[in-house]
C-alpha cells in the first residue's frame, strides 16, 4: 500500500478469534498469543515506512496488543512517538479494538526524577508518554522494574492513583522479584486495582520465571503472564547458526554481545535446529511455540525487523507439548 494512501484495516483480521486470543489471568481482558513489541526497529533512527508496514502487518492479522515503553527507541521515547504519528494517520479509528501498554522505571531523562519507581517519575513519565502516543490513556501501565530504594508502597500507590486518574485501565509489574510480587498483588487488590499481569523474559535459554515460582504464583491468583525476548534477541533463530551476520544485533554488539555465543550454546542451538527441523518447524517458530505452550502464558511479545520476519514469528502455535527440549546448561 501506497503510504500517502488511507489505511483501512482488513476484515477478516479476526476469523481466527477462538485460537488466536487467550484470557489475561482472571480478568476480562484477552491478549493474542503473540504481541508485537516496539522496542527494537521503531525508533527515530528507522524508517517510518517499515515501521508502519509491520504495524499494519500485525493489525491486520489480529494483532490487538502493543507493547511500548518509554525508553524504547533509540532514541529514548522513539518508540512512542512512531507510534502516535501512526495512530494520528492510521490507527484513530480502531483505538477501541486495540490494547496498548507502555512502561516506566529505566533511566528517561537526567537528574534525581528520571529514573526507577518513585511516584514523581511514574506520574511524569506518563503525561509525557501519552503525550507522544496522541493518547489519552493506555489500556496498561508497567512499572518496568523492582526499585530498591523506593518504599514499595509509593510506587504501588501511584499505581493506583493513575488508573483512578483515568490515564491507564489496567497495571502491571515487569521482572520484580517473587515477594514483591505476592506484595504488589494485595496491595493493589485490597485498593480495587487488581494486578493485570506479569512481565518477565521467558524462553528456553531463561526460565528463570519457571524456577523462581513466578509463573506459578501468577497462574495461581490470576494474574496473566507475558514473556519478552521469547527468541532470546535472535539466538533462538537460525540466524547466529552459520556466522555473525553484517548489520545483526550481535553484530552491532548492543543489547546482544558476541561473546555469549560460546562453543557450547552455539552447539546446544544447532542441536535444538535439528529437533525444530524434525517436527517440521523452524527453531524460531518452535522457541515461540514452547514459550506459549507453558503453563500460565497468555502472550508473548515478538520484535521484527521486516514484515516477512513478522509474518514467520506470527504463524507459530501455542497447542504442541515439547516435553523433549533438555535445558541449556553451560
Given at each position: 500500500m ?11 483480521r ?24 516496539l ?32 525508553n ?5 521515547g ?6 502516535g504519528r ?5 490507527f ?9 501498554s507502555?512502561k516506566?522505571?529505566y533511566?528517561?531523562w537526567p537528574g534525581p ?5 518513585s ?5 511524569a ?22 526499585d ?39 496491595y493493589?487488590?485490597?485498593?480495587d486495582?487488581p494486578?493485570?499481569i ?5 524462553n528456553l ?9 513466578v509463573l506459578?504464583?501468577c ?5 496473566g503472564f ?34 555469549v ?26 522457541a ?5 505452550a ?15 520476519q ?5 504463524q ?5 507439548s ?9
Amino acid at each position: 500500500m501506497n503510504i500517502t494512501e488511507q489505511y483501512k484495516a482488513d476484515g477478516r483480521r479476526y476469523d481466527n478469534a477462538a485460537t488466536m486470543y487467550r484470557r489475561c489471568g482472571c480478568s476480562g481482558v484477552l491478549l493474542p498469543r503473540v504481541s508485537l513489541g516496539l522496542w527494537h526497529n521503531f525508533g527515530g533512527v528507522d524508517p517510518f515506512e517499515r515501521s508502519r508496514d509491520m504495524m499494519r502487518c500485525a493489525f491486520d492479522r489480529g494483532v490487538t496488543h502493543f507493547d511500548l515503553a518509554n525508553n524504547y527507541g533509540p532514541p529514548y521515547g522513539s518508540a512512542e512517538e512512531t507510534f502516535g504519528r501512526l495512530m494520528q494517520s492510521d490507527f484513530r479509528p480502531y483505538r477501541d479494538e486495540m490494547f496498548i501498554s507502555t512502561k516506566a522505571g529505566y533511566d528517561m531523562w537526567p537528574g534525581p526524577y528520571g529514573n526507577w519507581g518513585s511516584r514523581k517519575y511514574l506520574m511524569a513519565s506518563l503525561d509525557q508518554s501519552l503525550k507522544r502516543m496522541n493518547l489519552d490513556y493506555v489500556d496498561l501501565f508497567y512499572s518496568h522494574r523492582y526499585d530498591p530504594e523506593t518504599p514499595v508502597e509509593e510506587t504501588l500507590q501511584a499505581l493506583v492513583d493513575i488508573v483512578k486518574a483515568g490515564k491507564a485501565l489496567y497495571v502491571g509489574v515487569s521482572r520484580w522479584p517473587l515477594e514483591a510480587l505476592k506484595f504488589a498483588d494485595k496491595y493493589l487488590r485490597d485498593r480495587d486495582v487488581p494486578l493485570l499481569i506479569y512481565q518477565g523474559r521467558l524462553n528456553l535459554l531463561d526460565r528463570e520465571p519457571q524456577a523462581d515460582g513466578v509463573l506459578n504464583y501468577c497462574a495461581g491468583h490470576g494474574i496473566g503472564f507475558i514473556s519478552f525476548s521469547p527468541l532470546a534477541q535472535g539466538l533462538l533463530t537460525d540466524k547466529y547458526l552459520n556466522e555473525i551476520p553484517s548489520g545483526s544485533r550481535m553484530w552491532r554488539n548492543g543489547s546482544l554481545k558476541s561473546q555469549v555465543l560460546t562453543p557450547a550454546l552455539h552447539d546446544y542451538l544447532a542441536g535444538l535446529n535439528d529437533m525444530a527441523a524434525d517436527k517440521g518447524m523452524s527453531l524460531a517458530e518452535m522457541a515461540l511455540s514452547w514459550v506459549q505452550a507453558q503453563k500460565g502464558v497468555t502472550s508473548v511479545i515478538v520484535g521484527a525487523s521486516s514484515v516477512e520476519q513478522l509474518v514467520r514469528n506470527l504463524q507459530s502455535r501455542g497447542d504442541i507439548s515439547f516435553d523433549d527440549i533438555p535445558e541449556f546448561v553451560s
